[in-house]
């Protein structure tokens, strides 16, 4: 299975449409851009890949409203499997996703073969070879596209190397 981490702001949906939107500041279906829904549709379909949300839009919408958002601007097939954790005090959100990578895919029987992580933000930590990165000012273009089908087919990352230390003895 190959997964796409997907963020909204900065990548479906840019500077222009947001300052055109009547909600600028109100997440919402008025503030996706078809043609970045249908960029992310084709790179799941080539990549045969599913969304697992990591956008803050997951803190205010469940992720049924969150796939009915995006069905409604284009998403046609691609499956939306899950939304990333919240971390409070998370060093970045690379953190959040590892934590769904260590986690998720366990507990389901999945098997993550590749990944992307497509955001405008670079607070992926380790992660960051697997980070495709847009802009506010465009969000997802073709060439943001292009960059993403690459990264799909790199492995994905190992599992989180933190292991719980064992007690120290006292002398």
């Not at 078809?34 to 084709?42: H, L, P, Q, S």
């Not at 990549?47 to 796939?67: H, K, M, N």
């Not at 009915?68 to 959040?96: C, F």
């Amino acid at each position: 299975m190959r997964i796409v981490f997907l963020d909204f702001d900065g990548v479906l949906n840019s500077r222009a449409l947001v300052e055109r939107s009547l909600t600028p500041h109100t997440p919402g279906l008025g503030l996706l851009a078809e043609d970045a829904v249908a960029r992310v549709e084709r790179l799941c379909a080539s990549g045969e890949a599913g969304i697992v949300v990591s956008s803050t839009w997951r803190l205010t919408f469940e992720l049924p409203s969150l796939e009915r958002m995006l069905r409604a601007k284009g998403l046609a097939t691609a499956p939306v499997l899950d939304v990333t954790p919240m971390i409070p005090h998370k060093r970045g959100r690379g953190q959040e996703i590892q934590q769904w990578l260590d986690t998720a895919p366990r507990a389901r029987g999945w098997s993550i073969d590749g990944m992307v992580i497509l955001d405008d933000q670079p607070d992926m930590l380790h992660l960051l070879p697997w980070l495709v990165q847009s802009s506010f000012e465009t969000g997802l273009t073709d060439d943001h596209l292009d960059a993403a089908n690459a990264v799909l087919t790199r492995a994905a990352p190992p599992l989180s190397s933190r292991r719980p230390r064992p007690a120290r003895r006292s002398p």
